[in-house]
């Protein structure tokens, strides 16, 4: 079993910072495809970013790319996301995946094995 727990939401203002952290237990991590969704009140889950240790391989939504920064530490067993010029529309519940012994991108809520709990992200005008 791959349990997965995230933590650093919270609040902040528009056009803010904030670096979300995904936690992931096993002893494979760095095999792992690691991926951030998120889902906001009303609306369907969605892809944010992924991350792929080996190959190394990044991939971000459009509506976060160049705002967002995925990474992994492999030592640590976590992945981040770096989220910077954030903007209201980025208010939701943000969820860490990961499909294990993976090397396929995947960019779709079902191709995911394992989720966390979820952390609240809420940008204010």
């Known amino acids: 079993q791959v349990q997965l727990v995230e933590s650093g939401g919270g609040l902040v203002q528009a056009g803010g910072s904030l670096r979300l952290s995904c936690v992931a237990s096993g002893r494979a991590f760095s095999s792992y495809v690691m991926a951030w969704f998120r889902q906001a009140p009303g609306k369907e889950r969605e892809f944010v970013a992924v991350a792929r240790g080996t190959p190394a391989y990044t991939r971000y939504a459009d509506s976060v790319k160049g705002r967002f920064t995925i990474s992994r530490d492999n030592a640590k067993s976590t992945v981040y996301l770096q989220m910077n010029s954030l903007k209201p529309e980025d208010t939701a519940d943000y969820y860490c995946?990961?499909?294990?012994?993976?090397?396929?991108?995947?960019?779709?809520?079902?191709?995911?094995?394992?989720w966390g709990q979820g952390t609240q992200v809420t940008v204010s005008s």
């Open positions: 995946a990961a499909i294990r012994m993976g090397s396929i991108i995947v960019t779709t809520p079902r191709g995911y094995d394992y």
